[in-house]
């Protein structure tokens, strides 16, 4: 360890380990996974090139703004600060140095379609007076229920998320084994839930965090159970100015360790070799020595990457099918509405749920369709930020989660628009019609096309039990010792803060090849 100095002249301590000095890494997307293995790997002493098809950098996590209305087109919910925290102390920074943060309370509001609502709060006390409400002993056993959460949450963020085990020889230890089997790792979250709460609303409250993940209760394991520690215990956020200013916060860390950023560059292909990996632009092509991807796997696998190099082991190493039989988590339809006028009725976060809630998660992983009686979220950043919206308007975006692959042409697109309208003013009385001055669409096409996400997933690989730890694509691509993996789509998985990791994650499995002499 070795204090530095950072451009404020504060003290702050860095780690240091193998230096890549000299070698030449392309980063193919800039997302939070990219910019994250920018700034580690520039930091490190590599000379880092990261290539973004679109004007800007964020990848899903975009900004769109109209008539001076501004909208986050992905993440909306700022957890984990903690994460966060690392990722700018690894740089001699701190998050507020770049955006501030408001703590959400309530950390949002439900509404339910037999014309209940919730307030969830943020104070713990209050959250468990809410669950007595509803169910006799339900305030003792949430209270219990956190307790475990928390330990969940410690154990796998410490001994498994952020160290990194992305392979099963990292997990051959007696240390890893035991904490292992403190996490319930098998059974589904609904019945570790059910063991604590009886109530159908209660078990919403504590498992609709699946959302983040792109599960469902029924095929995500009870070890994220851990994702209540994160909603009820570390809190939700937001940043003033929306999520974009935490990307423009991620690229300005980048660019300071020397990282080169280009926008509006598309790459067309990987020619993958024995020593170096070529990194085409369809006019230019530019060599480097590894190659970091923030796009998903499968895009890389099956369009990408060509070459007949010894370094290009066989596609076999995947079997054919493989990325088709991946359960991959939901796509969505997204309205980003400008409404006259003003929302009392929502929150920052809200949520519109069916009591039944399980016939929309059959429409998303059993039976593919559009879901006839929707849940969804609503987002209204501009009753926490005005400055997301002109004077006497709302910014709102709209998110129903729907199965991948399915056809989302204009009729299907309106459907799906009355049927949130519909929704909105029947059970959180709010009329939205006649008031909408701006308007913008996106669903499983632009998912599939802008990002090249399999079926259009706006989530990517479902956090199932399958699709877990090194079950998971981890940083090491298997077709080359030189192409590596970060984002949601690799481990540790979805999210902003864990694709923050994959990044640092990238970034260790860099140094230690090049120690060991990997190519």
Not at 69 to 84: C, I, N, Q
Not at 87 to 108: I, K
Not at 112 to 132: C, M, N, Q, S
Not at 369 to 377: G, I, L, S, T
Request: glycine content about 12%.
């Amino acid at each position: 360890m070795t204090d530095t100095t950072n451009p404020a002249g504060a003290p702050t301590v860095r780690m240091t380990g193998q230096l890549l000095d000299g070698e030449s890494v392309g980063i193919v997307g800039g997302g939070f996974g990219g910019l994250s293995a920018a700034a580690y790997l520039a930091d490190a002493g590599a000379d880092v090139t990261l290539y973004e098809k679109a004007d800007r950098v964020g990848g899903v996590a975009g900004r769109l703004e109209r008539d001076g209305f501004r909208f986050d087109t992905g993440p909306s919910w700022y957890l984990m600060p903690e994460v966060f925290e690392r990722f700018f102390e690894s740089f001699g920074h701190a998050p507020e140095e770049f955006y501030e943060l408001e703590r959400l309370d309530p950390h949002y509001r439900v509404f339910w379609d037999d014309g209940d609502r919730a307030d969830v709060p943020a104070d713990r006390t209050a959250a468990a007076e809410l669950f007595e409400s509803y169910e006799q002993g339900a305030g003792e056993a949430f209270e219990r229920y956190l307790v475990d959460a928390e330990e969940a949450y410690e154990i796998g963020m410490n001994r498994f998320v952020v160290p990194g085990r992305s392979r099963f020889r990292d997990y051959v230890s007696m240390d890893v084994a035991k904490s292992g089997r403190g996490l319930g790792l098998l059974g589904t979250l609904d019945d570790h839930v059910q063991s604590y709460v009886e109530h159908p609303k209660l078990r919403q409250l504590l498992e609709y965090t699946l959302v983040f993940l792109g599960g469902s209760p029924y095929n995500t394991p009870a070890l994220y159970k851990l994702m209540s520690h994160v909603d009820f215990g570390l809190g939700v956020y937001y940043p003033i100015g929306g999520m974009y200013e935490v990307v423009e916060a991620l690229e300005s860390v980048a660019v300071e360790q020397g990282a080169e950023i280009h926008t509006g560059v598309a790459v067309s292909g990987l020619d993958v070799g024995d020593e170096a990996i070529g990194v085409d632009l369809g006019v230019d092509s530019y060599t480097h020595d590894r190659v970091v991807c923030d796009v998903p796997p499968a895009y890389v696998e099956r369009t990408l990457v060509n070459g007949d190099g010894t370094g290009l082991r066989a596609r076999l190493s995947r079997p054919g099918d493989y990325w088709d039989r991946r359960t991959y988590g939901p796509g969505a339809y997204l309205l980003y509405l400008g409404v006259e006028g003003s929302l009392d009725a929502l929150e920052h976060h809200s949520l519109v749920l069916p009591t039944d809630w399980d016939p929309h998660f059959a429409s998303i992983f059993d039976d593919p369709r559009w879901p006839d009686d929707p849940a969804f979220y609503v987002n209204v950043p501009s009753r926490t930020d005005p400055t997301v919206a002109p004077d006497g308007y709302e910014t709102v975006v709209v998110l129903v989660p729907i199965a991948p692959g399915l056809d989302d042409g204009p009729e299907r697109r309106e459907m799906a628009r009355e049927q949130v309208l519909d929704a909105l003013d029947e059970h959180a009385d709010v009329d939205l019609r006649g008031r909408i001055r701006v308007e913008e669409s996106v669903c499983i096409s632009e998912f599939a096309n802008r990002f090249n996400r399999p079926q259009g997933t706006a989530l990517g690989l479902a956090h199932t039990l399958f699709q877990t730890g090194p079950l998971r694509p981890g940083p090491r691509s298997p077709l080359s010792d030189r192409l590596y993996y970060v984002g949601g789509g690799a481990n540790p998985g979805i999210g902003m803060p864990m694709c923050l990791l994959s990044g640092e994650h990238a970034t260790d499995a860099i140094r230690e090849d090049v120690a060991g002499g990997v190519v």
